[in-house]
C-alpha cells in the first residue's frame, strides 16, 4: 500500500515508520531474508486458503448476503522495467533465423572446442508467452497492456497485471489476479476460482460492459447464475443515430 516492494525497504520501514512499529507491536523489526522467504515460499501457497477462510466467516456471520457479487476489475502495475518488453510476434517472426543461428552456433562448438552442446541430439526450447502477447524479462509472469490514462491523457503500455475484485456488501469477498490485458477473458476463471475455494455460491453476477461475450454468457447460463451485464450498446443504443 505504501508502494513498498523491496524487502529490504520494508524491513527498513520497521525501525523508522511508526505505523510498521504499530503493526510489530513491540515485537523485533523482522530482517530483510525472513521477509522475502516468507513472500517466497509460503505467503503465495496460502494467500487462496486464507482469503477463503476470511470470506467464509463473514458470511456466517451475517456480514455477506451470499446472493449477489458485484466484480469489476482494474489493471496494476508489476514492479518490473517497462523497456523489458518481449512481443511474441517478433519473437515468431525471427524464430527462424534463431534457429539457424543456434545449429551454427552448436557446430562451432562442437568442432571448434570440442564441447557438447546438445543433449541426446534435442534442443528443448521454452515458451514463456503462452497465450499471451507479451511478457517481461524481469517479471515473467507479467503481460504489457494499456494502463489507465493520466491527468496528461498519455496512456502507456507497461508490465502489469489484471486484478478482478468480486464484492459483497462493501466486502471485498474474493479476488483473483489475471494475465489477460481485457476484462472480458477473466471472468469465468474468476467465477471457477470462485466456487472452488468458497463454500457458498453466488447466484447473481453484476459487471460492467467489459465483461460482455457470448462465452460469458453461455457460461454463467449454464451455471444457473441471472447474470446483471450491461450491454457494450447500451448508451448509443439510446441516441437517434
Request: neutral net charge; aromatic residues 12%.
Amino acid at each position: 500500500m505504501n508502494h513498498l516492494y523491496s524487502s529490504r525497504e520494508i524491513a527498513a520501514a520497521c525501525l523508522r515508520d511508526i505505523n510498521f512499529m504499530r503493526l510489530l507491536e513491540g515485537a523485533k523489526a523482522p530482517h530483510y531474508s525472513t521477509i522475502a522467504r516468507f513472500r517466497t515460499l509460503h505467503f503465495g501457497l496460502c494467500a487462496e486458503p486464507i482469503m477463503a477462510e476470511m470470506s467464509q466467516f463473514l458470511y456466517q456471520l451475517g456480514e455477506l448476503s451470499g446472493e449477489t457479487i458485484f466484480i469489476d476489475g482494474t489493471k496494476i502495475e508489476a514492479c518490473a522495467n517497462k523497456y523489458t518488453f518481449v512481443w511474441k510476434k517478433a519473437v515468431s517472426k525471427n524464430l527462424g533465423k534463431l534457429l539457424e543461428k543456434l545449429a551454427v552456433f552448436v557446430e562451432l562448438c562442437e568442432e571448434t572446442y570440442e564441447i557438447k552442446v546438445v543433449y541426446q541430439n534435442q534442443v528443448k526450447m521454452k515458451h514463456i508467452c503462452g497465450t499471451r502477447n507479451s511478457y517481461s524479462k524481469t517479471d515473467h509472469d507479467a503481460t504489457f497492456m494499456r494502463m489507465k490514462e493520466g491527468a496528461m491523457g498519455n496512456g502507456q503500455l507497461k508490465a502489469g497485471y489484471n486484478l478482478q475484485h468480486g464484492v459483497d456488501s462493501e466486502y471485498i469477498s474474493w479476488l483473483t489476479l489475471g494475465l489477460q490485458p481485457a476484462d472480458t477473458t477473466t471472468l469465468i476463471p474468476f467465477l471457477k476460482s470462485m466456487e472452488r475455494n468458497l463454500g457458498f455460491s453466488y447466484s447473481k453476477v453484476v459487471t460492467d460492459s467489459g465483461y460482455e461475450s457470448e462465452e460469458n454468457y453461455r457460461y454463467l447460463d449454464g451455471s444457473g447464475m441471472l447474470s446483471y451485464i450491461k450491454p457494450a450498446n447500451y448508451e448509443i443504443s439510446k441516441t437517434r443515430k
